[in-house]
């Protein structure tokens, strides 16, 4: 069995632009957001990895958790929906190799699973959308090198190289030829580029012969959440890992427990969603914000409330944002949640003061260099975005319609909305690119912004699935 094919790919159909709706007064919404995109896909993983059946409930169906799902299916997993499409039971089974792994646009997908394909008694081909193909991959690839594992360029078919430069694979198209295990042992990976290098090898790591040691040799670590949410996961599947050194992680091999778990909803993408209490006033809350989370949207909160919002989580679980429709600059060191960035760089381009977005130079590395595409986009509606070494200054002006750009990326087209909703003539380009992680954005906001009057409850369309 293969992972769905490239007629998967979404970046070849141009959609219309969408007219992101202008808001006519205080916003009064109660938004329910799908599950974590990092999450689920966490989760689908160590379930395919582990010792016996295992359920997600509340899990994400949106092109990732899609492209996940397909992926473990190829190399041997079984899984099928519950009573509603985000019930997953999954069914372990031996990693199968002879197969296609298609990652989409999917960093979780690309990155998670080169480590589980080591496993495999077979070549697991992996390849991706043509904008997946700049996507870097090296640390995590020569890292499975230096574990002793035959990772080749392209199909498999060339010789094994030493280097780059001799071919040996940077990016997609890649090929990982399984031996059916892994010693494991202790290896040094640059995660500058991305914390997801870290997460992948961790993820699989129980499952190698001796565990793993993986020290972080690079100068800065982005998305410590995400690793600290990768380590959580382990843990609650029974796999014992030792973080208490800055930059090592060492797992300990052993089985990865099958389990019955909850996915909580995407705090990322709720983000827009409450900053938009900011852009036009009135209250949006979501419901089942957790009370501790690992997910960098935890840090939304406090942001909305530095650029002038007042943030409530009440006891039974709800995120209240109020706004006054004036939002004010910040200087932020963005890091830890850089996938935070293009909700934060929409806002200060309608703030009242400058801004400053630090700390996120591997944005360059996402889903498109997201640091150029912001500055593009902010500045070809009259702003003023320029880009830094490791992030965004961006300045008020006064801003007009025109189209906004989304470069196949889902969080530049929630930008997109989120300037519209103050600015007259905003057109998104592509606003479906949102099912990478959430399906139905569209009328999601829609809904959002038109319900002004009695309080909006806004649902994710039923069912939640990738296109
Ligand atoms: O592990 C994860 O689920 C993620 C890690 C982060 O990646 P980077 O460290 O590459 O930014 C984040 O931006 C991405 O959206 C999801
Ligand atoms: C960077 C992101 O995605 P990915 O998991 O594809 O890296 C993101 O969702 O902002």
Do not use: C
């Amino acid at each position: 069995m293969t992972s769905p094919a490239p007629d998967d790919a979404q970046a070849t159909s141009p959609a219309p632009a969408w007219e992101a709706p202008v808001a006519s007064g205080p916003l009064d919404a109660a938004v329910e957001v799908p599950g974590s995109k990092s999450l689920t896909n966490r989760l689908l993983v160590l379930a395919a990895l582990a010792e016996g059946p295992g359920t997600l409930h509340g899990a994400l169906r949106s092109r990732d958790a899609d492209l996940m799902i397909a992926a473990l299916r190829a190399l041997g997993a079984e899984i099928t929906e519950g009573s509603s499409p985000s019930t997953l039971h999954v069914v372990p089974g031996p990693v199968r190799g002879d197969t296609d792994v298609f990652a989409g646009l999917a960093g979780t997908v690309m990155r998670f699973l080169p480590p589980v394909a080591a496993l495999a008694d077979g070549p697991v081909r992996f390849d991706g959308d043509p904008q997946a193909r700049v996507r870097p991959m090296l640390p995590v690839l020569a890292a499975l090198r230096a574990l002793g594992v035959d990772v080749r360029a392209g199909d498999g078919s060339g010789p094994q190289a030493a280097s780059p430069a001799e071919g040996f694979p940077s990016t997609l198209p890649f090929t990982v030829l399984g031996q059916g295990g892994l010693r494991g042992g202790a290896v040094d990976v640059d995660a500058s580029a991305s914390s997801q290098f870290v997460s992948g090898l961790l993820l699989a790591a129980a499952r190698f012969d001796e565990g793993l040691t993986l020290r972080h040799v690079g100068a800065t670590l982005p998305s410590l959440p995400h690793i600290e949410m990768t380590v959580a996961t382990l843990r609650e599947a029974g796999v014992e890992v030792d973080d208490s050194r800055d930059g090592i992680w060492v797992v300990s091999p052993g089985p990865v427990a099958a389990r019955e778990v909850r996915v909580e909803p995407d705090l990322s993408n709720a983000a827009p969603f409450l900053a938009a209490a900011l852009v036009a006033g009135g209250t949006v809350s979501v419901p089942g914000w957790p009370a501790a989370t690992t997910q960098p949207g935890a840090l939304v909160p406090e942001l909305l409330t530095r650029m002038g919002g007042d943030a409530r989580l009440t006891a039974d679980g709800v995120l209240r944002v109020t706004g006054t429709g004036r939002v004010h600059g910040i200087d932020v060191d963005l890091r830890a949640a850089g996938e935070l960035a293009p909700t934060f760089a929409a806002l200060a381009a309608l703030a009242d003061s400058p801004s400053r977005l630090r700390g996120i130079a591997h944005l360059r590395g996402h889903e498109t260099d997201r640091l150029a595409a912001l500055a593009t986009e902010i500045t070809r509606l009259g702003g003023q975005a320029e880009e830094t070494r490791d992030g965004l200054v961006i300045t008020p002006r006064p801003l007009h319609g025109g189209t906004f750009r989304t470069y196949a990326d889902h969080r530049m087209a929630t930008s997109g909305a989120l300037v519209g909703l103050r600015v007259p003539g905003v057109l998104v380009e592509d606003v479906e690119t949102t099912a990478k992680t959430l399906p139905g954005f569209a009328g999601m906001w829609r809904a959002m912004v038109s319900g002004t009057s009695d309080t909006a409850r806004v649902a994710p369309a039923s069912p939640e699935r990738g296109r």
